[in-house]
């Protein structure tokens, strides 16, 4: 291919690195000031739909594969049932993933009626940002409910099994939500049965430890985990996790617990939004459906 | 050296959405593929493969585009991945010169060197921007994994891309 354009210099690429790294740092101090809002709303409300379009048909993936995978049969047999196949398959697909959400619903039904207290909101998941590949250091997820649904930064966001983690960002159309298993997040615990308070935090592994806890505390492995009455932002007693090991420090009374999360976070398909929890020190404790309890 | 296919204004209007359509995937379909927690980043393939086969002044614009989409879809700060894409482009790309781009070796090169760059870029711009991430445990839990699934996913990737290339544009690529 014959090159039309001048021969360009070094400096020409120098200067191009130079304005496209200004460029995203200007991008960065816009959005900082809030001056792109407009701009990342209009874009939202393009994207969203798309986003969550592509996030339904791509958990269907799995179990079509699977079932692909599954027919061994032979290639007269194949042929003659491939128009049934296909559309069986589909249907199949389509009233797994109605069930899926209809259980899903009823559960969160249950544990709304259960806390007539709060109110929720349903949101689905349309975007996980779990693991560690490069852009998946902090473990958020993305939910498909925004400011146009009523959220806000700081609200709790739970499953019928126990705490994901809360409300870290909000765009008209999404929410980030930040999960207790980052490395940044810190939630106060509670034993359930020997009542020991400490601080939860996330662990760059994905799993969580529960630390200022001493070594003459009556701490068990298996113990459950919720949410304290000292935590200002959560309301008390929900299901964080479970004792899996308890880790002495050398020379130190301090010990830690590591705990198996309550909640599967790389399964999550629904989750809800506490969207009326007043962040008091008083809140009243949630009730804990009888199917999450351990 | 190789000849740099020319700007087309409109091919990057249409590559601005294309790249936005990745970055969905990525969050999406990412999450089927993950390999011991660690998802593919197939927008970083894809830039190291476009600095390589097209040079780094694309590569670099092309970086800057899917960093941004990559950033506004998961939230966060905006600018941080567009950085850390432009830095992986222009170093991979100064292997370029005098290099055959099907050289077995090359998927190797792009995948160890784009994906170190990247992830340290991409790190300590992080650390700059949340106080309260810690980086170094972050790190050492990380790389070595994504290393050798990027280097893995490249092996597949940059085949389809000759491929392709040799179909649409059979003179574009010169060897040597």
Redesign the interface.
């Known amino acids: ?5 001048r021969p ?1 210099s070094p400096s ?2 120098s200067l ?2 130079i304005t ?2 200004l ?6 101090a ?3 000031s809030g001056q ?1 809002a407009i701009l ?1 709303k209009g ?1 939202s409300q393009l ?1 969203s739909p ?2 969550w379009r ?2 339904v048909e ?2 269907r ?2 179990e079509a594969f699977r079932q692909i995978a599954q027919t061994q049969l032979t290639r007269e047999e194949q042929l003659a049932l491939q128009a049934e196949n296909k559309q069986l398959a589909s249907e199949n697909i389509v009233l797994q993933e109605i069930l899926r959400e209809n259980e899903s619903l009823r559960s969160q039904l249950g544990y709304a009626d259960l806390n007539p207290r709060f109110t929720f909101m349903s949101a689905h998941v ?13 473990d ?1 997820l ?1 939910i498909g409910a925004g400011i146009s649904d009523g959220l806000e930064i700081g609200m709790p966001v739970i499953t019928p099994l126990g705490l994901v983690g809360r409300i870290a ?1 909000v ?1 008209p159309h ?3 939500v930040l999960l207790i298993q980052d ?2 997040s810190s939630v106060s615990g509670l034993m359930q049965s020997s009542r020991v308070n400490g601080q939860v935090v996330g662990t ?3 799993g969580l430890r529960m630390q200022f806890i001493t070594s003459s505390d009556p701490v068990a492995v298996g113990e459950s985990v919720v949410t304290s009455h000292l935590s200002a932002s959560l309301p008390q007693g929900i299901p964080i996790g479970t004792v899996l090991s308890l880790e002495e420090q050398r020379n130190s009374t301090i010990i830690f617990a590591m705990l198996r999360p309550a909640v599967d976070f ?1 399964l999550l398909e629904e989750v809800m939004v506490i969207t009326n929890y007043e962040p008091l020190n008083e809140a009243p404790p949630l009730e804990i459906a009888p199917e999450s309890r351990p | 050296m190789q000849p740099q296919a020319p700007n087309n204004p409109i091919l990057l209007l249409l590559l601005f959405p294309a790249l936005g359509l990745l970055a969905m995937l990525q969050g999406t379909l990412g999450n089927q593929l993950a390999l011991l927690q660690v998802k593919p980043n197939f927008m970083l393939l894809l830039i190291l493969v476009w600095t390589m086969m097209r040079g780094r002044r694309e590569g670099m614009v092309v970086a800057f585009l899917g960093g941004f989409w990559l950033d506004f879809l998961s939230l966060g700060p905006l600018g941080i991945s567009s950085v850390a894409l432009i830095a992986a482009s222009f170093i991979v790309g100064i292997g370029r010169r005098g290099v055959a781009v099907t050289h077995h070796l090359i998927p190797v090169w792009m995948a160890i060197v784009g994906t170190s760059v990247y992830i340290l870029i991409f790190h300590l711009l992080l650390a700059l921007t949340h106080s309260t991430w810690t980086w170094m445990g972050e790190l050492r839990a990380n790389w070595h994994t994504l290393l050798i699934y990027q280097t893995g996913l490249m092996f597949l990737f940059l085949p389809l891309w000759y491929y392709s290339q040799q179909r649409l544009t059979p003179e574009a690529i010169h060897v040597g």
């Open positions: 291919m014959r090159n039309r354009s360009r020409d690429l191009l690195l496209l790294v460029a995203s740092g200007l991008l960065w816009m959005q900082r792109l990342a874009l994207t798309l986003q592509i996030s791509t958990l993936l799995p349309v975007g996980q940002i779990l693991g560690h590949d490069p852009h998946s250091f902090l958020y993305l960002d765009a999404t929410s980030r490395v940044s760059s592994d994905g790389s």
